[in-house]
C-alpha cells in the first residue's frame, strides 16, 4: 500500500511541473533556511572543534560580588590564583584547565602587521580542548615552571608570519611585542565564536604580561572544569557552589555583602541573557522565536495548504474510486499525509544539498575566521524532525478535505 | 440480497428542493442480473449510488444480506463496500497515474494479504477480461474498450458479490458494448449478482430483469 502511495505521490509530481516546482521551491527554500539556522546553533552551542567535552563541562567565568544595597557590583574574570586555590582542586573533576580570555596584540612579518588574539593556559587546557596539532605538540608543565618562551599558534598565523609557508614552523621564533617566543605547535585555529578557545597564539600561563601572579579575586582568568562523564556535572557543581558559599563576600576587606561564582554548562551560559531578563523577559523572547519559526516555516506551509487544497478536484476522481472500493476516510487522511511528507521529504534532499552549498560557501568565505559549520548527526535529526512537521503541517488540512470528499460528488467531478 | 424499503431521496440546497427518489422498494436477489432503465435525471444513477452504499436515504431502509446498514459508521460502510460491492463507471474513472496492474489492484489494497498475492489476484481478473498483455500498460494508453475491461477487471478481483454498473457501455460503440455485457453475462453466469444502469433496451434485454424508473419513482 505504501509504495502504492509513494508511486501515486511520484506521478502527482510529474504531472504538473510548474506546480511541482512552486512547490519544492518553497519547502527546499524554508528547510534551507531551518537547516542553516540549525547549523548556526548547532556551531554555536553543540560540543565542537576544539570544544568536544562541552556537555560535560562546567564554565566557571566569573564572579559577581554586589553591596547590601545593590548599587554596587564588582564583576568579571578572577585571578589564577583564586582559580587553582577553589576550581583547581575540586574532588569531582576530572581535569581542570584555567585560562585567560583571548587579549589583542600585535606582530609584524617584514614590514606587514598582524593583529593578533593571544591566550594564556596551563597545560591541561590542552587535554580538555582537542586540538588538531599539525605541527609539535603543546607546552608541558615543566616548560610553564620553567617559564619558558614557547608558544602554540594557529595554522593560519603560521601562513601569515613566516616567509616560507612549507616549512615546518617548529623550533621558529616568533616575536610578539618585543619577546621572541620558540614555536613548539601549530594547530588548526578555533573559531573567534568559542570564545573559551579561539586565538592566535597560546602561550603558557607564566609567559610575561600574563598577570598570573595577580592577587585578589578578579583577574583575567577563566577556568573549565571536565567531569568523567555528563551524569557527574551535578556533583561537581555542588562541590564548587559548595565552596564558594564557604567565602566571605569582602575576604578582600572590600564591603560586599554577596559573592556568586555561576559555574554553567556552555548551554546556560548561551541561554544565560535569557534567565537574566526575568520572568516578562522570558516569556516575550521565547513569544519571539516562537513567532519568527511561526513565520519561517508557517506562511510556506498555509501557501503549501492552498496550493494542496485547490488542486483536490484534479484527484476527485481517485478519491472516489479509492472510497467506492472500500477506502475508510482514515486510510486516505494517511495516504494524503504520506504523499504530503514524501514531497517535503523530496524538498529536505534539495534543501540539504543546497544548505551544504551554502555553509561551504560561509566557511570559505572568511567571514568569520575558521568557521567551521556542518551538516552533522544533530543537525540532520532536528532538520528531519522540522521536516516532518512542515509535511504535516501543510498537510493535515488538504488531507482532511480530501478524505471528507463525497463520492456522489467527487465521481461527478 | 439488497433490499430497498421506501426509500426516499432528497438534495437539498438553500433554495431548492429536488426529490431525486421516491418510495422505492426494491429486492435485489442473489444471483440475479437486474437492469435498471429510465430517462436522464430520473434518479437511475441515485438509486445504484444507494445501493452501492456510496449516499444515505433520506428517507426508508437498505438491507445488505438481512442487515440494515441505517447506523454503519463510515469504516463499517467502507469494509462492506471492499468485501461485497464492486464498481463500475460509465466514464471508467481509472487512475491515470497508475498501470493497468496498480489499478486492478486498489480494491485489495484496503484489504489484508500480501504484495505477491496481490499481484497474483489482480492479474488473474485481468486474464479474466483478456487483459493480462497490458498490465503494465497506462490508461491512456488504452482504448475505451480496454478501459471499461480493465474496470471490470478492477471491479471483480476482490471477489464481491454484487457488482453495481452505471452505464457500463454509455461511453463505447455498440461492438465494444457488446464484448462488455458478454464479460458481465459471464461474470453472471459464475454467480455474480449484477444491477447495471444503462439507457441501451438491447442490452437491458439481455438481463434478468428490468426496473424502469421515470422522475424519481418506480414504474416497472
Known amino acids: 500500500m505504501f509504495a502504492n502511495y509513494i508511486k501515486i505521490a511520484w506521478k502527482v509530481l510529474l504531472r504538473n511541473p510548474f506546480y511541482t516546482f512552486i512547490t519544492l521551491f518553497g519547502i527546499s527554500l524554508t528547510l534551507t533556511v531551518i537547516m542553516v539556522l540549525t547549523s548556526f546553533i548547532d556551531h554555536m552551542i553543540g560540543s565542537n572543534y576544539p570544544e568536544v567535552n562541552r556537555s560535560r563541562s562546567l564554565y566557571i567565568s566569573f564572579l559577581a560580588r554586589r553591596d547590601s544595597v545593590n548599587t554596587g557590583m564588582m564583576r568579571g574574570p578572577m585571578t589564577f590564583q583564586f582559580l587553582s586555590d577553589h576550581v583547581k582542586t575540586l574532588k569531582s573533576a576530572e581535569k581542570v584547565s584555567i585560562f585567560s580570555f583571548f587579549s589583542s596584540s600585535n606582530a609584524y612579518a617584514g614590514s606587514k602587521k598582524i593583529n593578533l588574539q593571544i591566550k594564556y593556559t596551563d597545560s591541561e587546557f590542552w587535554e580538555i580542548m582537542k586540538f588538531d596539532f599539525l605541527e609539535g605538540k603543546p607546552y608541558s608543565d615543566a616548560e610553564i615552571r620553567g617559564s619558558q618562551h614557547v608558544a602554540v599558534i594557529t595554522h593560519t598565523l603560521k601562513q601569515q608570519y613566516f616567509q616560507d609557508k612549507d616549512e615546518a614552523a617548529i623550533g621558529k621564533t616568533i616575536e610578539i611585542e618585543g619577546i621572541g617566543y620558540r614555536v613548539i605547535g601549530v594547530v588548526k585555529g578555533s573559531p573567534v565564536t568559542r ?20 592577587k585578589g579575586l578578579n583577574g583575567r582568568f577563566v577556568a573549565v572544569a571536565m567531569s568523567a562523564d555528563k551524569q557527574s556535572l551535578k556533583a561537581m557543581n555542588d562541590e564548587f557552589q559548595a565552596r564558594i558559599s564557604q567565602i566571605p563576600p569582602d575576604v578582600d576587606g572590600r564591603k560586599f555583602t554577596s559573592l556568586e561564582v555561576p559555574s554553567q554548562t556552555f548551554t546556560d551560559i548561551f541561554l544565560s541573557t535569557v534567565s537574566q531578563m526575568g520572568p516578562n523577559g522570558k516569556t516575550i523572547f521565547y513569544a519571539a522565536v516562537a513567532f519568527i519559526l511561526l513565520m519561517i516555516l508557517g506562511l510556506p506551509a498555509v501557501n503549501l495548504v492552498n496550493v494542496n487544497v485547490s488542486r483536490i478536484f484534479d484527484r476527485a476522481s481517485e478519491i472516489a474510486v479509492r472510497k467506492a472500493f472500500g477506502a475508510p476516510v482514515n486510510t486516505l487522511l494517511w495516504q494524503f499525509l504520506v504523499e504530503n511528507i514524501f514531497i517535503t521529504l523530496i524538498g529536505s534532499g534539495i534543501a540539504l544539498l543546497l544548505t551544504f552549498g551554502i555553509i561551504s560557501w560561509v566557511n570559505a568565505s572568511d567571514w568569520i575566521a575558521h568557521l567551521d559549520l556542518t551538516v552533522n548527526l544533530n543537525v540532520f535529526l532536528i532538520s528531519m524532525l522540522v521536516t516532518l512537521f512542515f509535511g504535516l503541517l501543510s498537510g493535515v488540512l488538504p488531507a482532511y478535505r480530501m478524505s471528507r470528499l463525497k463520492v456522489t460528488d467527487a465521481l461527478k467531478a | 440480497m439488497i433490499r430497498l424499503q421506501q426509500v426516499e431521496k432528497v438534495y437539498r440546497t438553500s433554495t431548492i428542493e429536488t426529490l431525486a427518489l421516491n418510495n422505492i422498494n426494491i429486492q435485489i436477489e442473489k444471483g440475479e442480473f437486474v437492469s435498471v432503465m429510465g430517462p436522464s435525471g430520473c434518479g437511475k444513477s441515485t438509486l445504484l449510488n444507494l445501493m452501492g452504499l456510496l449516499d444515505e436515504p433520506s428517507a426508508g431502509d437498505i438491507t ?22 464492486g464498481f463500475i463507471f460509465q466514464s471508467f474513472h481509472l487512475i491515470n497515474d497508475l498501470s493497468v496492474l496498480d489499478n486492478v489492484e486498489i480494491p485489495l489494497l484496503y484489504r489484508s494479504g500480501s504484495n505477491a498475492e496481490r499481484r497474483r489476484l489482480a492479474k488473474d481478473a485481468l486474464e479474466k477480461v483478456g487483459l493480462s498483455n497490458r498490465m503494465n500498460h497506462f490508461p491512456t494508453q488504452l482504448s475505451g474498450g480496454q478501459k471499461q475491461r480493465v474496470a471490470i477487471a478492477r471491479a471483480i478481483v476482490g471477489r464481491p458479490e454484487i457488482i453495481l454498473a ?55
Open chain 1, 195 to 214: 570564545i573559551y578557545t579561539a586565538a592566535d597564539v597560546y602561550f603558557p600561563y607564566t609567559a610575561p604580561k600574563s598577570g598570573y601572579d595577580q
Open chain 2, 64 to 85: 445488505i444480506d438481512g442487515t440494515s446498514v441505517r447506523n454503519y459508521s463510515d469504516k463499517a460502510l467502507a469494509r462492506l463496500r471492499n468485501q461485497k460491492l
Open chain 2, 166 to 220: 452505471d452505464e457500463p457501455t454509455g461511453n463505447l460503440d455498440s461492438v465494444m458494448g457488446n464484448e462488455i455485457l458478454d464479460i458481465l453475462q459471464k461474470l453472471n453466469q459464475d454467480g455474480t449478482t449484477i444491477v447495471m444502469v444503462t439507457h441501451d433496451e438491447s442490452m437491458a434485454k439481455r438481463t434478468h430483469r428490468l426496473i424502469r424508473l421515470f422522475d424519481g419513482t418506480q414504474v416497472l
